[in-house]
C-alpha cells in the first residue's frame, strides 16, 4: 500500500509538471497501468461553446480501434453514458460492453473484450470531460480501492488540464484585449492624425500606413471619385509589383470589386479570385499580380460616397465580416476627414478666389501695375520653396505676395499712374500703402498671420525703411522674401516715367544692394533660381546662329 501511495504521489507531481494535454493522457495512463493494470486509456474534453465533447486523447489504444475513436461523434444528447456522467457526475463501469445499452452498437462490438471504467474529470463541480479506462475481461473488473485510486489520479489530471485551460484562455483573453486595446489606440491614433490634418494626402498617406500595419495586406488602393469614374489616388503593394493599369492617376472604368463597392455604397469581399470563372479586368490583373483575397469599402460621408478603399491580400480567405471591422472604422474615419478636408478646399479656393479679386482691383487701378501683384506672389512663393521653408511659411508668403500692395486701393491714381518719378512731398502718402493694407485686411482673422509680411516688405536690411525702420533679422522672413521680389518686378516692368531693366540688370541690383536694402541670403537664393530659369529657355548655341 505504501508502494500505491509513494506511485499517486510521485505520479501527482510528475502530471503537474506537465504542459500539454496529450501528455497528461499518456502519463495519466502510464500509471494507471503501473498501479491499476489498466490496457488503455481514453479522454474527451467537454467544450462549453459547441455543448459537445472535443476529439479523443488517447494513450495505449489498439491502433485498429483509433480510426474509430477519433471519428465516433461523442455527442451527450444521444449516448446514455455520456448524458449520465454529465448529470450524475459518477463514475460508471461497464462489465458487459458487449451488450451494454449504454454504449452504440459500434463502440459495443469493438469494446466487448474489455471491462470499461467511465470517470467524469470534475473540477469546481462542473465536468471537465470524461476518462474512459479499460482492462481486459480475462482479469477481474476494477475493485472499489482501484477505482478510488483512478478516481484520484483523474480528479488530479483534471485539475492539471483545468489549470492548462485556464492559462490558456487567460493567455487568449490577454491577447485578445491587447488586440483589442491596440485597436482602440489605432483608430484614436488615426482619428487624432487625420483630423488634425486638412491635407487629403497627408488623410491618405497616415490611413494606408496605419491599415497596411494593422492588416499586414500586401495591396492598399484609394480610389476617388472622378467625374463618372474613380481615379486611384495612391496604391501601395508590398511584395508584388501593382500592375500598371493600377498606378496613381489611373482611372478605374467598368465593372471591378471597386466599382460595386462604390456603385452599391456597401463592402465587397472576394475570397478566392482565382475560383471566379468571370473576373473583370482590373481584378483579373490583381489576379496575375498574386491577389487572391479582395476587400472594398466605400467612403461614405454624410450620404455622400468620395471614393473607395481597396485591399487585397496573397492568401484565400482573408477579409472575414469579423476581422474587418476595424478597417471599416478606419474607412469611414478617412471619409469624415476627406469630406472635411474637401469642404475646406472648397472654402479655401473660394477665399483665394476673394483675395485675388482685391489683389486685381489694386492692378485695375493703374495699367502700368497690371498683373503685379500675381508675378510677386508667383515668383515669392517659388522664392520660398527654393529656400526650403515650411509649407505654413510657404502659404503665408503665397497671400503677402499676393496682398503686398492692397493698400495702394487708397492712394489716388494720379500718384499711380504718374508719368514721372514722384517728388519728395508725393513719398509720403504713397509710404502709407503698407499702413493702409493692414487696416483694410486686419478683420479678416484668416489673415492674422500674413499682416506682418505686408506690412513689412518695404523695411530695408540696414534699417532705413518703413513703416517701422527695423533692421536685419528682425524683418519678418515673409517680409524680405517679398520685398525681393517686389523690387526685382518693379525694375524690369516699364513704367511711364522709365523703361524696364533686363533681368541681368536687376540681379545685378538685388546683389548690389544685398545687405544694406535686401537680405543677402534671400537675394542669393533668389539670383540662384532666376539663373536656373533662364539656362533652362536659353536656347541652343546653333539656334541662335540660324536664327541670324
Not at 490496457?39 to 480501434?65: E, I, K, M, N, Q
Not at 485510486?149 to 483545468?162: C, E, F, N, Q
Request: one cysteine or more; proline letters at 5%.
Amino acid at each position: 500500500m505504501a508502494d500505491i501511495f509513494k506511485s499517486i504521489i510521485e505520479g501527482s507531481e510528475r502530471l503537474s509538471n506537465l504542459d500539454d494535454i496529450d501528455e497528461v493522457v499518456k502519463d495519466l495512463s502510464r500509471l494507471l497501468r503501473k498501479m491499476v493494470k489498466s490496457r488503455w486509456t481514453a479522454a474527451y474534453f467537454f467544450d462549453r461553446d459547441r455543448r459537445d465533447f472535443t476529439p479523443v486523447h488517447s494513450a495505449g489504444l489498439p491502433r485498429r480501434f483509433q480510426p474509430v475513436f477519433r471519428t465516433m461523434p461523442l455527442a451527450s444528447a444521444t449516448i446514455p453514458l455520456i448524458k449520465g456522467l454529465l448529470q450524475k457526475k459518477q463514475h460508471l463501469l461497464i462489465t458487459d460492453t458487449g451488450s451494454s445499452q449504454l454504449l452504440n452498437p459500434r463502440f459495443r462490438r469493438i469494446l466487448r473484450d474489455v471491462n470499461l471504467l467511465a470517470v467524469p474529470m470534475i473540477v469546481r463541480n462542473q465536468v471537465l470531460g470524461a476518462v474512459f479506462v479499460s482492462r481486459e475481461r480475462k482479469l477481474p473488473p476494477f475493485s472499489d480501492d482501484e477505482i478510488a485510486i483512478i478516481r484520484d489520479m483523474v480528479s488530479h489530471a483534471a485539475l492539471v488540464v483545468s489549470h492548462m485551460r485556464l492559462f490558456d484562455e487567460t493567455l487568449d483573453m490577454a491577447i485578445e484585449l491587447a488586440g483589442r486595446i491596440d485597436v482602440i489606440m489605432t483608430l484614436d491614433e488615426i482619428n487624432k492624425a487625420i483630423s488634425s490634418s486638412l491635407s487629403r494626402e497627408k488623410i491618405m498617406e497616415t490611413a494606408m500606413q496605419h491599415i497596411e500595419r494593422i492588416t499586414r495586406s500586401e495591396l492598399v488602393a484609394i480610389l476617388q471619385v472622378e467625374g463618372e469614374d474613380l481615379e486611384i489616388t495612391a496604391i501601395h503593394g508590398n511584395g508584388i509589383t501593382v500592375p500598371p493599369e493600377m498606378q496613381p492617376g489611373s482611372r478605374i472604368r467598368g465593372r471591378s470589386t471597386a466599382g460595386a463597392a462604390f456603385a452599391r455604397q456597401s463592402s465587397q469581399r472576394i475570397g478566392d479570385l482565382t475560383a471566379r470563372e468571370r473576373l473583370s479586368p482590373v481584378d483579373r490583373r490583381l489576379m496575375e499580380a498574386g491577389i487572391k483575397s479582395l476587400f472594398a469599402i466605400p467612403l461614405l460621408s454624410k450620404d455622400r460616397i468620395d471614393g473607395v478603399l481597396l485591399l487585397g491580400d496573397t492568401d484565400a480567405g482573408q477579409f472575414t465580416p469579423e476581422a474587418t471591422f476595424t478597417i471599416e472604422k478606419i474607412a469611414s474615419q478617412m471619409a469624415v476627414a476627406l469630406g472635411n478636408a474637401r469642404l475646406y478646399e472648397d472654402l479655401h479656393i473660394l477665399f483665394i478666389s476673394t483675395v485675388t479679386s482685391l489683389a486685381n482691383a489694386i492692378d485695375a487701378k493703374s495699367s502700368w501695375t497690371k498683373g503685379h501683384s500675381v508675378r510677386v506672389m508667383q515668383m515669392s512663393t517659388r522664392l520660398a520653396r527654393e529656400m526650403g521653408l515650411s509649407n505654413d511659411v510657404v502659404e503665408r508668403v503665397r497671400l503677402g505676395g499676393l496682398l503686398h500692395d492692397i493698400g495702394k486701393i487708397g492712394i489716388i491714381e494720379a500718384l499711380l499712374d504718374k508719368p514721372a518719378a514722384l517728388m519728395e512731398d508725393e513719398f509720403p502718402p504713397m509710404r502709407l500703402h503698407p499702413e493702409k493694407g493692414v487696416a483694410i485686411l486686419a478683420p479678416i482673422e484668416q489673415l492674422r498671420d500674413v499682416i506682418p509680411g505686408i506690412l513689412h516688405h518695404h523695411e530695408r536690411y540696414d534699417g532705413s525703411g518703413y513703416p517701422a525702420g527695423l533692421k536685419g533679422e528682425a524683418i519678418p522672413l515673409e517680409a524680405r522674401i517679398i520685398g525681393v521680389t517686389d523690387a526685382f518686378d518693379a525694375m524690369v516692368a516699364e513704367r511711364p516715367y522709365k523703361p524696364g531693366h533686363s533681368v541681368t540688370e536687376a540681379l545685378y541690383e538685388l546683389r548690389r544692394c544685398a545687405g544694406s536694402q535686401f537680405d543677402p541670403v534671400v537675394v542669393e537664393h533668389f539670383s540662384r533660381a532666376i539663373t536656373r530659369i533662364m539656362e533652362a529657355v536659353k536656347p541652343p548655341p546653333n539656334q541662335d546662329k540660324e536664327e541670324q
